[in-house]
């Protein structure tokens, strides 16, 4: 009986947890070039996309897990195309806490390749408070986090819109179609036009959305490349041995009948 009413409240959490993903729209089909077994990154596009972050998420969002030489020649999986000398003009155009000197007093110095991409916030309280309580995360892992990967994130900087009549907002949150429960602490961070891109490709909502999404995934797997490499090597290897036993065994066996 035990048995039965705990399968009985399972299908019921089931049926609850249906009803609520039903909520949030399905994800736009969109596909990126690094998509695939065989993909690989659009370097201007994932350049496009750290210059987004800079420019806008960076003022909220760290990415902990980078440092500037990942984004040059000699990061894993080769960067994003930035040379060594830009990579090191991005890094001064940070201050960093370094020290202590000989005084024992920490100070500031231009950022150097080997620092971490400066976070703009010390602590989290500190993040909370700037931010109506919430916690902007950090976006190193982000595609990795959330179910729908570069999908989600392309479709949640793209999903603000008014909230439905009959809905009560939270003082300071936003309406989002595609975050779970609709409200968000994330003021819409981007829109059409937000940032100039170096290269001159158009600054549409999407296109920013789509770069940033690109970048994101890039951050959280700059050595994406290598590993589709690598299958492809192994896949290969497989099937000329596949092959070669294949007439092995022909041969083996010819003579028995
Ligand atoms: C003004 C500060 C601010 C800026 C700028 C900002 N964010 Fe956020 N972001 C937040 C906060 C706060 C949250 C936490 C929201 C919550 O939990 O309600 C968040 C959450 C997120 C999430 C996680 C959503 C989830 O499913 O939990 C993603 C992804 C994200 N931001 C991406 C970005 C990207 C990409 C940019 C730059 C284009 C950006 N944010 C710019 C404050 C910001």
Redesign the pocket.
């Known amino acids: 009986m035990r048995k039965f009413a705990l399968a009985l409240a399972g299908a019921a959490a089931l049926t609850v947890g249906a009803a609520q993903a039903a909520d949030e729209p399905s994800l736009p089909k969109v596909t990126w070039p690094n998509d695939g077994v065989f993909g690989t990154f659009d370097r201007a596009s994932l350049q496009r996309g750290f210059q987004?972050?800079k420019e806008?998420?960076?003022?909220?969002?760290a990415l902990q897990h980078l440092h500037y030489r990942d984004l040059g020649p000699g990061g894993p999986g080769g960067g994003i195309g930035f040379t060594d000398e830009e990579v090191k003009a991005l890094a001064e155009q940070a201050q960093v806490t370094d020290g202590p000197n000989d005084q024992g007093e920490m100070f500031q110095r231009p950022g150097r390749p080997y620092d971490p991409i400066a976070r703009?916030f010390p602590n989290e309280q500190a993040?909370?408070a700037?931010?109506?309580g919430?916690?902007?995360?950090d976006?190193s892992l982000?595609?990795k986090?959330?179910e729908g990967g570069a999908r989600?994130?392309f479709a949640?900087?793209q999903g603000y819109t008014d909230p439905p009549p009959d809905m009560k907002m939270g003082t300071g949150?936003n309406y989002n179609l595609?975050?779970?429960g609709h409200?968000?602490?994330?003021?819409q961070?981007?829109s059409d036009g937000?940032v100039t891109f170096s290269d001159g490709t158009p600054n549409t909502l999407t296109q920013?959305?789509y770069d940033?999404?690109a970048f994101?995934t890039w951050a959280a797997e700059p050595t994406l490349e290598v590993r589709h490499r690598m299958g492809t090597k192994v896949f290969l290897f497989l099937l000329v041995l596949t092959g070669l036993f294949y007439v092995v065994k022909r041969k083996v066996w010819a003579e028995v009948h």
């Open positions: 987004i972050y806008v998420c960076s003022n909220c969002h703009p993040a909370r700037a931010n109506n919430a916690l902007p995360p976006l982000i595609t986090a959330r989600y994130v949640l900087l949150m595609y975050f779970p409200q968000i602490a994330m003021p961070p981007l937000q920013e959305a940033i999404a994101l």
